[in-house]
C-alpha cells in the first residue's frame, strides 16, 4: 500500500470555504435576462397553465413588475407580445402601438437604466403562426426581412435597447442592420438567436405565446438538432452581418455547441434557457421529486461553464433572490 502513487484531488475541497477559493465559475444577477409577456387589455396577471410563475401582464400592472425586477438587481429583461390581433402579414408586430412598442415605452420611462430587449419577430403576431410570410404552404425568405427590419425599426424607436431577431430566416440579421442603421439607429445592438434549433423544448412557450404554427412546423428554418457544424456557420453569417451577440437555444441540451461557438468566435454568447427546460422543473419540483433551487442553481452554473455570457431564464427573480439570500 505505502507505494501506491495517485494523486490527492480530495485535497481542495475538503471545506466550504476552500471548495468557494477554487471554485471556476460564478454565476451572478448581471448574467440574466428576465422574459415577459404582455398583453392588451387591463388589470390581467394570468399565470400560464405549462408555466407555473410565468404570467400574461397587462401595462397597467407591469411596472408593478418591473419595481420588483429591478429591487432584485436584475438589469434586463426580454419582451413578448402577445397581441389580440393576428392577421396574415402580422401587422401588429412593427405597429407604433403595437403591444410590445407600448410597453418598452413605458419600461423606459419609469426605467430608463434598465436594458430593454425587443424580441424580433412575426410568429405571435400572424394569423397562421409562422415565422414569416406565408405563400402556398411556403414560408417565403426574402419578402419576409422587410416586415421584420420595419419591425425593428419601430422597436428601437420606441426605445428598445437591443433588437433580438429570432426568426430565423437568412439574411435576417443584414437587413435589420440596414433598417436600423438607415432609421438612425446605429448605436442600437443586434443580438441574434443565430443557433436556434427547431426544438420541443419550446412547447409551453407556444402555449405562452399562442404562437403555435397552424400548419407545419418550423423545420424549414429553424435549425436541425443533429447538426454540430452547422451552427458554426449560422452564428459566422450572422458575425458577418453585423450581429453582436450570439443567442445558443435551446441550452441544457446544446451546452456542447454553446462551448463550440465560444471557443470559435469572440463576442458575447447568450444561452436561452427556454420554456420547456423551465417547465419540466417545475413540473418535477412541485411533486416532490427534485430540489427546485438546487437544480436550477446547477444547470445555469453549467451554461456558464459551458461559455456563456448571459442567460435568458423564467428562473431570473428566484436566481437574484437565491444569490441575496446566499451572500
Ligand atoms: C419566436 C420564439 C420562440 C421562443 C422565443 N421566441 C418559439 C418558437 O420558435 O416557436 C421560444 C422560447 C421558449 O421556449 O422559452 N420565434
Redesign the pocket.
Known sequence: MQDLQFNRHRRLRHSTNLRSLVRETHLSVNDLIY?IFVVEGENKRNEVASMPGVYHLSLDLLIKEMDEVVGLGIKSVIL?GVPDHKDELGTQAYHDNGIVQQATRLVKEHYPELVVIA?T?L??YTSHGH?GIVEEGQILNDPTLDLLAKTAVSQAQAGADIIAP??MMDGFVAAIRFGLDEAGFGHVPIMS?GV?YSSA??????DA?H?TPQFGD?KTY?MDPANRLEALREAESDLQEGADFIIV??ALSYLDIIRDVKNNYNVPVVA?N???E?SMVKAAAANGWINEKDIVMEMLTSMKRAGVDLIIT?FSKDIARWLLEDK
Open positions: 422574459p413578448f424580441d419577430c410568429c405571435q415565422c429570432s426568426n438567436y436556434k423544448f419550446y412547447g409551453p412557450f407556444r405565446a404562437s418550423r429553424q437555444k435551446p436561452y427556454v420554456s420547456g423551465y423564467y
